[in-house]
């Protein structure tokens, strides 16, 4: 497979953990870069990432991504979804989390004055309350992919220091769980 993405995206992180779980090989094009950046706008007009271009396809998006991969590879030792409609609201959850904190992470890195004002509580507020709800919905005796990307989307607010992870209190099981996993442990976001 061939995937568009850089080191620090937690949605790329999310599909190259899939694509380390089933041992699909990654042929990396690392979109931080000028040439990368040029690469993604000729096969995507959303311009983000991550893409795949797999199986002759060229699929835009961390859920349809993984998505193509489980169906036509299998889930090798993660979790299948049992309700699929429940994963799904869970993975919409970390989204709308994840797309909040982006949101003011851009913002601040574009030099917009974000801080203290009501549009930027309201997005903290919301990940608060997803994080909340998150804990209580997820074990963490499974490796599904809500777990993966709840870890991923974490990892990433630490080590772009956006939201205070401790916050997330209900979620520090999963995180401690499958830290040392070789697929989570090798995709640690990086500059
Ligand atoms: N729904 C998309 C979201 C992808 C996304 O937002 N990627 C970010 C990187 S973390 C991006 O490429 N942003 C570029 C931009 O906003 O211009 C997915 O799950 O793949």
């Known amino acids: ?3 568009f993405g850089t080191t620090t995206s937690p949605y790329v992180r999310r599909v ?17 870069t000028e040439a990368g950046q040029a690469a993604l706008r000729e096969v995507s007009p959303i311009r983000k990432v991550p ?34 409609f429940r994963e799904l609201n869970q993975v919409n959850a970390v989204d709308e989390a994840l797309l909040s904190v982006l949101q003011l992470f851009a913002l601040r890195r574009d030099g917009v004055a974000i801080d203290g ?12 309350a997803i994080f909340q709800w998150l804990g209580k919905e997820l074990s ?24 205070p992870t401790e916050r997330a209190e209900g979620l520090a099981a999963v995180r401690a769980a499958w830290r040392d996993r070789p697929s989570i442990a090798s995709t640690l976001p990086h500059t």
């Open 16 to 32: 190259r953990v899939v694509a380390a779980e089933l041992g699909e090989p990654i042929d990396w094009v690392n979109t931080a």
């Open 1 to 3: 497979m061939k995937l």
């Open 51 to 84: 893409v795949a271009i797999v199986d002759g396809r060229t699929l835009f998006d961390s859920r349809v991504i993984i998505d193509w991969l489980t169906t036509t590879r299998g889930h090798g030792e993660l979790a299948p979804p049992r309700d699929r």
């Open 117 to 128: 004002n009501p549009f930027a509580q309201r997005q903290l507020d919301r990940a608060d």
């Open 140 to 163: 963490p005796r499974e490796l599904g992919l809500p777990q993966l990307s709840v870890i991923c989307a974490l990892d990433w607010m630490d080590f772009r220091s956006t939201y």
